[in-house]
């Protein structure tokens, strides 16, 4: 079984950076591409980052490319998310997920089978 857990979360204001960071339990963590998503209440789950297993590619949705930043380090079984210049509108809980497979385009939530708690991101005006 696998476990993903977050961290890195907290409430900033417009502007500011975080870093949020994903945990895998298990040898395997390298084998498989990984993905961060958000959601806010009352709206679907939607996808932010994914990136393939070895990290030389990573497809980023259209809101967030040019101010986020997704890599991992398989030597630590770990997922980063940096966030750049945060807007009230990245106000969301943020989760990671492994995919299915080990390369990139895995941006919908089927072709994810693993999935972390979440961490919540709120941005403040």
């Known amino acids: 079984q696998v476990q993903l857990v977050e961290s890195g979360g907290g409430l900033v204001q417009a502007g500011d950076s975080l870093r949020l960071s994903c945990t895998a339990s298990g040898r395997t963590f390298s084998d498989y591409a990984m993905g961060w998503f958000r959601q806010v209440p009352g709206k679907e789950r939607e996808f932010v980052a994914t990136?393939?297993?070895?990290?030389?590619?990573?497809v980023y949705a259209d809101s967030v490319k040019g101010r986020f930043t997704i890599s991992r380090d398989n030597a630590k079984n770990t997922v980063y998310l940096q966030m750049n210049s945060l807007k009230p509108e990245d106000t969301a809980v943020y989760s990671c997920a492994r995919a299915r497979g080990s390369g990139s385009g895995y941006y919908t939530l089927d072709q994810y089978n693993y999935w972390g708690q979440g961490t919540q991101v709120t941005v403040s005006s």
């Open positions: 990136i393939s297993w070895g990290g030389r590619s990573t």
